[in-house]
């Protein structure tokens, strides 16, 4: 899996440059505080997103604008909440979060339209709009991909802990 994503120094430097505009902002810190899923928080997994999505198109050459895919994938899940949470009143989350995080996303950061439009449809097809850009579609199945992974990391954690804390020794 590392290999498979390992990139030219050339395209690391520019994804770091890249996101350090974005992930040293306050409200992007503020995502450590919420779980995504199980206890990934919202600062891992939107950064997961973003480097495997951004990874992809390196590898596939893919002809896409690079710093919109980085930019809307950073900020594709800005909302300030755990969606675990049932009594913080957010209903139907995994509908309304896409809308959500381009309208905070639009107030806190200088997005272009095409940003908007690459974050906008993440969740198809839960939400049955698809993708409209190619940006688009790449943070919609690597959000999937990275989720896949995080549940998995979990349920081995779980499997280990377990297993130590049966252990006699
Ligand atoms: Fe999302
Ligand atoms: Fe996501």
Request: aromatic share 12%; proline share 4%; glycine share 2%.
């Amino acid at each position: 899996m590392k290999q498979k994503y390992n990139l030219p120094k050339k395209d690391q430097d520019f994804f770091f440059q890249t996101i350090q505009k974005i992930i040293y902002t306050e409200p992007f810190l503020r995502l450590k505080q919420y779980h995504h899923h199980g206890n990934i928080s919202i600062y891992t997994h939107v950064i997961k997103v973003a480097y495997l999505s951004f990874s992809y198109a390196v590898k596939h050459h893919l002809r896409i604008q690079k710093k919109e895919l980085i930019t809307a994938a950073l900020l594709h899940d800005l909302y300030f909440y755990d969606w675990h949470d049932k009594h913080n009143g957010v209903h139907l989350h995994g509908l309304f979060h896409p809308a959500k995080a381009v309208k905070n996303a639009t107030t806190l950061y200088h997005i272009t339209k095409r940003e908007k439009r690459h974050m906008a449809h993440h969740m198809f097809p839960l939400t049955l709009i698809p993708p409209t850009t190619k940006e688009g579609w790449l943070i919609c199945i690597f959000d999937k991909v990275a989720a896949k992974s995080d549940y998995k990391a979990l349920k081995l954690k779980k499997k280990a802990l377990k297993k130590i804390t049966s252990s006699k020794k």
